[in-house]
């Protein structure tokens, strides 16, 4: 409250001023939280606390509203003020339109639910874009206007005859030859560092499926025979998978081999199955052309997924009555999920094998992962190696860390 006063007792000039250190703060947590929800690597190191960046994010992306709206109320004179000044004209709209485009797919993604998947997909698109885009223009902004390069004569003393004794820097041509370069530099440097990442983000949002193709054949799994895919699914009767997946892990990707290998389902079955490799590979297998949509927003469409139907197995090891719960776990050793019988039971519930006519590559799940179509992935375990039939419930990894035990997209 008392901020708030004294920032409507300021005259035009310090309220702008203030405006942008608020804004600019602002900018500096949404940068620092979203480079880390972006980043897969700190989904393990973070577990719970990705949870509270998430809201963070979101929270201080809701706040950054107040001094667009602020700062709505002095444009028109700020306008005025800048007459002739086009350059900084154009920053002024670069960065109401990056904050206002933030915004607004922001929203788009945290209410995921209520937009659906196809609305939450082309709103992370567009997030990511302004992002690529704006985040590295803001950094520019900020690098080159600081001080003490705007203002390098401040860093000499004045001497008595002008152009003599006077540090370089001091004379104009000097300086905004100085300037120029610094400026071009920190341009160069900041297009070095971003480069490489945006153009790989650019072509994994273009090219569907080239990258798939790249982690078969890079698949650190080395289970022999490879599973032989199904007439449906080679070619895959979907056509192919639309969309790029981003590989989510809260470990270390672990990979199998025959002798590692082995699948289980236990708990209260009338019969305990387990098989290894070999065995595992002869169990009938059928094929469905499905969508993956992950809560953070992307998606991928039309996959021809091969595999074991789960109401298959657990039809096989035979249901006790008192089971009220299939807990899934990953052969990861951390991660788990679940699903109540009647969803188990689903005529799409699939422990899969192939995707789109080729084994499931280390990096997506494979040799084995489940994939259940009408829930977000989160339900989707990668590395299956185990189903347990249990009678009370079972709060999946990111259900415990914040996730909604309704999945149902
Ligand atoms: N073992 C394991 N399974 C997992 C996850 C994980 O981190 N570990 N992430 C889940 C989430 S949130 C998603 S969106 C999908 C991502 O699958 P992908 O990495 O093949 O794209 O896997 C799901 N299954
Ligand atoms: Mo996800």
Excluded at 134 to 153: A, N
Excluded at 192 to 201: E, H, M, R, Y
Aim: with cysteine; glycine share 10%; hydrophobic share 45%.
């Amino acid at each position: 409250m008392k901020q708030w006063l004294a920032f409507m007792r300021r005259g035009y000039g310090k309220k702008l001023v203030s405006l942008h250190s608020w804004n600019g703060w602002i900018v500096v947590i949404l940068a620092l939280t979203g480079i880390v929800l972006f980043q897969g690597a700190w989904r393990g190191i973070l577990g719970e606390g990705r949870v509270i960046i998430r809201w963070l994010h979101i929270i201080v992306g809701l706040a950054s509203l107040i001094p667009v709206v602020f700062y709505l109320v002095l444009a028109s004179k700020h306008w005025k003020q800048l007459k002739g000044k086009g350059m900084q004209r154009a920053n002024v709209v670069i960065v109401l339109g990056l904050l206002v485009g933030w915004l607004l797919s922001g929203v788009l993604l945290w209410q995921f639910k209520a937009v659906g998947p196809a609305w939450s997909n082309t709103a992370l698109t567009i997030h990511d874009l302004l992002t690529w885009v704006g985040l590295p223009y803001i950094i520019y902004h900020s690098l080159t206007r600081l001080k003490w390069l705007k203002q390098p004569h401040r860093l000499t003393i004045k001497t008595g005859n002008p152009g003599e004794g006077v540090h370089p820097a001091a004379r104009p041509e000097a300086v905004l030859s100085r300037r120029a370069f610094i400026r071009t530099a920190i341009g160069a440097g900041i297009v070095i560092a971003v480069g490489p990442s945006f153009l790989k983000w650019m072509g994994s949002q273009l090219n569907s499926g080239a990258d798939i193709e790249q982690l078969v054949q890079s698949d650190a799994n080395k289970l022999i025979p490879a599973p032989a895919p199904l007439p449906a699914s080679l070619p895959p009767i979907g056509g192919g998978s639309k969309g790029s997946f981003r590989i989510y892990t809260v470990t270390p990707i672990p990979t199998f081999d025959n002798n590692s290998f082995s699948f289980t389902v236990d708990g209260l079955v009338n019969n305990k199955l387990q098989w290894n490799w070999e065995q595992f590979v002869k169990l009938k297998r059928t094929v469905q052309v499905s969508d993956f949509h992950c809560v953070t927003g992307w998606s991928v469409y039309q996959n021809t997924w091969e595999g074991i139907l789960l109401k298959d197995l657990l039809k096989l090891a035979g249901v006790k009555p008192s089971a009220k719960t299939v807990k899934l776990y990953s052969g990861d050793g951390v991660y788990t999920d679940s699903l109540t019988l009647d969803q188990a039971n689903m005529d799409d519930v699939m422990v899969a094998l192939l995707h789109d006519g080729k084994p499931i590559p280390s990096d997506l799940g494979g040799p084995v992962r489940l994939v259940v179509p009408k829930m977000y992935t989160y339900k989707s375990v990668k590395w299956l190696n185990r189903i347990e039939l249990i009678e009370g419930d079972h709060t999946g990894y990111w259900e415990e860390r914040g996730y909604s035990t309704d999945a149902w997209v």
